[in-house]
């Protein structure tokens, strides 16, 4: 876990006064793409925020500087969820800044994308870690919130996938890790009840660097015209529609816990284009 970095007055000093009557999130992975724009809209609304990156540093700089712009109080730490001592020191650097916390938002995700056709290339240290920050890194970040957020009546908001609910994605070991968050935010919303609500989004092909990164500029034109077309809604989901979903799940949706929301334009409904014709 690096160093923390954080708002500071004139004289070089952090600035705490009056940070500890805004809530607090933490959200992991969120230097860019879905988990920045969490971060940058829950600093909108009001909170404080520990702004977490693995390797994407100078991004998550500028997440930063969004957010407080904003009028967040922020932390800038770097850590791998992976790793359960830096998931430990994230929740103990948002403490012992701010006395609470009051959201979590596991969003780090890795991947490989071999696709359908070499489902069978990857070996096994690939696939333990896939699985390694995907979920075991999800379940490590709650246990570490879990007393927090149980004394603020908080919430946790786990990012899924349509992978793990339709069973297609980018590989079989991030199908199986985002499966199993799925079943293991079922689990937690029982566990964690009355005090914490545990949920997850579930989003289809999203417009963010990630999918580019992974698929190639071709290949992500290729899914993203093929989603448009056969979405009932026609459209891919922006890294904003996922983080609304996000805030909305931790500042309303009071009676739901244990909810896999799904965020795909209606893809798990089937082409729009394939309705049963009727008879006149």
Same mark, same amino acid.
Request: glycine residues 10%; proline residues 3%.
């Given at each position: 876990?690096?160093?923390?970095?954080?708002?500071?007055?004139?004289?070089?000093?952090?600035?705490?006064?009056?940070?500890?009557?805004?809530?607090?999130?933490?959200?992991?992975?969120?230097?860019?793409?879905?988990?920045?724009?969490?971060?940058?809209?829950?600093?909108?609304?009001? #909170?404080?925020?520990?702004?977490?990156?693995?390797?994407?540093?100078?991004?998550?700089?500028?997440?930063?500087?969004?957010?407080?712009?904003?009028?967040?109080?922020?932390?800038?730490?770097?850590?791998?969820v992976a790793d359960d001592a830096d998931c430990k020191a994230m929740v103990q650097g948002?403490?012992?800044? @701010?006395?609470?916390?009051?959201?979590?938002?596991?969003?780090?995700?890795?991947?490989?994308?071999?696709?359908?056709?070499? @489902?069978?290339?990857?070996?096994?240290?690939?696939?333990?870690?896939?699985?390694?920050?995907?979920?075991?890194?999800?379940?490590?970040?709650?246990?570490?919130?879990?007393?927090?957020?149980?004394?603020?009546?908080?919430?946790?908001?786990?990012?899924?996938?349509?992978?793990?609910?339709?069973?297609?994605?980018?590989?079989?070991? #991030?199908?199986?890790?985002?499966?199993?968050?799925?079943?293991?935010?079922?689990?937690?919303?029982?566990?964690?009840?009355?005090?914490?609500?545990?949920?997850?989004?579930?989003?289809?092909?999203?417009?963010?660097? @990630?999918?580019?990164?992974?698929?190639?500029?071709?290949?992500?034109?290729?899914?993203?015209?093929?989603?448009?077309?056969?979405?009932?809604?026609?459209?891919?989901?922006?890294?904003?529609?996922?983080?609304?979903?996000?805030?909305?799940?931790?500042?309303?949706?009071?009676?739901?816990?244990?909810?896999?929301?799904?965020?795909?334009?209606?893809?798990?409904?089937?082409?729009?284009?394939?309705?049963?014709?009727?008879?006149?």
């Open positions: 876990m690096s160093s923390v970095t954080g708002n500071t007055d004139s004289t070089g000093n952090v600035d705490t006064a009056d940070t500890t009557a805004r809530k607090v999130a933490i959200i992991t992975g969120s230097g860019t793409g879905v988990g920045a724009a969490t971060a940058l809209l829950l600093a909108q609304q009001g #909170y404080n925020l520990v702004i977490n990156y693995s390797r994407s540093e100078a991004e998550a700089r500028q997440s930063q500087a969004a957010c407080q712009a904003a009028g967040a109080d922020t932390l800038l730490l770097r850590g791998d948002a403490v012992a800044r @701010w006395a609470r916390i009051d959201a979590l938002v596991n969003n780090a995700g890795i991947t490989s994308f071999t696709g359908a056709a070499n @489902w069978d290339v990857l070996d096994m240290d690939t696939f333990q870690r896939i699985f390694a920050v995907n979920t075991v890194g999800a379940f490590q970040m709650v246990r570490a919130c879990a007393p927090h957020l149980k004394a603020m009546q908080g919430a946790v908001v786990n990012v899924s996938s349509i992978a793990g609910s339709l069973g297609i994605g980018s590989s079989v070991p #991030y199908i199986a890790s985002k499966g199993a968050v799925n079943s293991m935010t079922l689990y937690l919303a029982r566990a964690m009840a009355p005090d914490v609500r545990v949920n997850a989004v579930c989003p289809g092909l999203i417009t963010s660097r @990630w999918f580019v990164d992974g698929m190639g500029q071709e290949g992500f034109d290729k899914v993203k015209a093929l989603t448009e077309h056969n979405a009932p809604l026609q459209r891919a989901s922006t890294p904003e529609d996922v983080a609304q979903a996000i805030v909305w799940l931790l500042t309303g949706a009071r009676t739901m816990t244990g909810e896999l929301l799904l965020l795909d334009g209606g893809m798990h409904l089937g082409s729009a284009r394939m309705q049963v014709p009727g008879r006149a």
